[in-house]
């Protein structure tokens, strides 16, 4: 899977765990210093996809523990 894809499957996954757009744009932001993944390098992208998965992590444990 390419490196985009990725980070477009994570985009979605925190969506769908309750994550508002603006918050996913600010996370993208925050892990890169702009929100134009498309003029990232490829070390920006990993560090995002790295940032990405530790947020999903984040959301799926929250879910989990407040699910019962």
Do not use: T, W
């Not at 969506?15 to 993944?37: C, D, E, M, T």
């Amino acid at each position: 899977m390419k490196m985009e894809q990725r980070i477009q499957q994570l985009c979605k996954k925190l969506l769908n765990l309750g994550y508002y757009p603006f918050q996913v744009k600010s996370i993208i932001q925050f892990a890169i210093g702009s929100s134009n993944i498309d003029a990232a390098n490829n070390a920006d992208k990993l560090k995002l996809v790295n940032v990405l998965e530790d947020y999903e992590k984040l959301a799926h444990n929250f879910s989990l523990a407040y699910s019962k």
